[in-house]
């Protein structure tokens, strides 16, 4: 190896070196500051903690009500989740077998659809299903769950539709002079060839899900309903901030979908990569 190569390779991993501590660093500012109290936080963020004191989290599970926020959470993310899946899956497919005029035009429209910001139409269509139908005030959680298959499928029709594509149809004909009916021939032999790329749309809409604020705090208006990044506005005051409390609470929030993402990151790029050049 001549002296460029090996100048080249170590500023390779000078470079990955800096961007994993600019990655890691506001976690470890997280987690060191979790066990501190407000004063030492505002006096030196940047210090360690004179004790490992677990109080602060003992406190932020009472005021959350945690694990009733955590149950809210947790079904809304799982079923909205499964349910984007399936049902985008099955369009993708429906589209693909039949590519007619009707459907490529159907399938550009939900591809545009996604650049259409949630921010232009959150207004009337909390008016429409609030004011006019009420469904806020008799069904939130299941509101919720069918806005965001609505707003998710968008993507998840646009990533399955690639990857059905190279299902060779001989795999279905096949299954057909076998005697199984079109939709035995999805489940059984569609849907598990495409288990890549549903493993990555499940974890970008679970990470998607689980962190949204916006749609749940317009929908869900009682505090039995409350998902946890609502609940943790109890900590946010109008002129202060109770930090000891609010860290602990956004730690607390996020460590089930970081070890869900690190456990699931090789299944992202897979998925999208294969997705990509199909």
């Given at each position: ?209 689980w962190n949204d604020y916006l749609l749940p705090s317009l929908v869900l208006t009682e505090d039995r309903y409350f998902t946890m990044p609502i609940k943790m506005k109890v900590f946010n005051g109008t002129y202060m901030n109770d930090w000891e409390l609010l860290i602990p ?30």
């Amino acid at each position: 190896m001549n002296a460029r190569k090996k100048a080249s390779l170590l500023l390779s991993y000078l470079l990955l070196t800096v961007f994993f501590i600019l990655f890691v660093f506001p976690f470890f500012l997280m987690i060191v500051n979790s066990f501190k109290t407000n004063g030492q936080i505002l006096e030196n963020p940047f210090s360690l903690p004179a004790s490992l004191s677990f109080g602060h989290f003992s406190q932020v599970i009472e005021q959350m009500n945690f694990f009733v926020s955590f149950r809210n959470t947790v079904v809304i993310t799982f079923v909205s989740v499964l349910f984007i899946g399936i049902f985008s899956a099955m369009t993708a497919y429906y589209m693909v077998r039949r590519a007619d005029k009707f459907n490529n035009g159907l399938f550009a429209l939900m591809v545009a659809s996604m650049i259409i910001p949630f921010q232009s139409i959150m207004i009337p269509l909390i008016y429409i299903y609030g004011a006019k139908l009420h469904w806020i005030d008799a069904a939130p959680i299941p509101l919720l769950i069918v806005l965001y298959i609505g707003f998710g499928s968008a993507l998840s029709v646009f990533m399955y539709h690639g990857f059905v594509k190279s299902i060779p149809y001989e795999l279905e004909e096949a299954s057909l002079l076998d005697g199984c009916t079109r939709p035995q021939t999805f489940f059984r032999i569609v849907l598990p060839m495409l288990s890549p790329t549903s493993v990555t749309i499940a974890i970008l809409n679970v990470l998607w899900i689980w962190n949204d604020y916006l749609l749940p705090s317009l929908v869900l208006t009682e505090d039995r309903y409350f998902t946890m990044p609502i609940k943790m506005k109890v900590f946010n005051g109008t002129y202060m901030n109770d930090w000891e409390l609010l860290i602990p609470a956004l730690l607390l929030t996020i460590l089930p979908i970081l070890i869900a993402y690190l456990f699931g990151q090789r299944f992202i790029i897979r998925g999208v990569s294969q997705g990509a050049i199909k």
